[in-house]
């Protein structure tokens, strides 16, 4: 329950952010992402091994000022036959923080980008955890690079994110997972 507060704590401060007056040489908008997600996750403790996560996620930023943005994202991953075989685990999580633009070394050339994403992760099917449909404290902390193919359009070509969740495992309580994405991304302001 905790995860959730936190979550819905961290969207609220995301969303009064961007409520509030943008300064005269913000660029006003932001820009709307749907990536595929790969993810390397470890098996519960005394299981064998580690097993892959396949599935996507959409996002949404902000701008606040011109290389800091806020974001908030949904994603969405599933495991037919990991760690072992007949089980299944879809991973939904919930998470919004901020994300810094690294200047630009071409005028129009690739965005580099860092963010860290806090909130809540949901866990189901027949592995999850301790027990099934549990909610947990999920963070991604991680960047990526998008290059532009017009004015409004840009390919996120890499997104490489530590990817942290917490549902209960009888020892650690504690997934190291690493997660990497690519994808589309809609800019609604040319400026970044």
Not at 140 to 161: E, Y
Request: charged letters at 15%; one cysteine or more.
């Amino acid at each position: 329950m905790r995860s959730i507060a936190l979550a819905g704590l961290l969207l609220g401060v995301a969303t009064a952010a961007v409520g509030q007056a943008v300064h005269p040489e913000s660029p006003v908008g932001g820009d709307a992402a749907l990536t595929y997600h790969w993810v390397r996750t470890n098996a519960q403790p005394g299981d064998c091994g580690c097993f892959d996560l396949n599935g996507g996620g959409i996002s949404g930023s902000w701008h606040l000022r011109s290389r800091l943005a806020v974001v908030a994202e949904i994603g969405v991953e599933y495991a037919r036959n990991g760690p072992s075989p007949g089980s299944s685990l879809t991973l939904v999580s919930y998470l919004a923080g901020p994300r810094y633009a690294f200047p630009r070394p071409w005028l129009h050339g690739p965005q580099p980008f860092v963010q860290v994403l806090l909130g809540a992760g949901h866990a189901g099917g027949g592995i999850a955890g301790a027990g099934d449909g549990t909610t947990a404290f999920a963070t991604r902390i991680g960047g990526g690079i998008d290059v532009p193919l017009s004015t409004h359009f840009a390919i996120r070509i890499i997104q490489v994110d530590y990817d942290l969740t917490e549902f209960k495992n009888t020892t650690t309580d504690r997934q190291n997972n690493l997660l990497l994405a690519a994808g589309i991304v809609y800019r609604w302001s040319p400026k970044h």
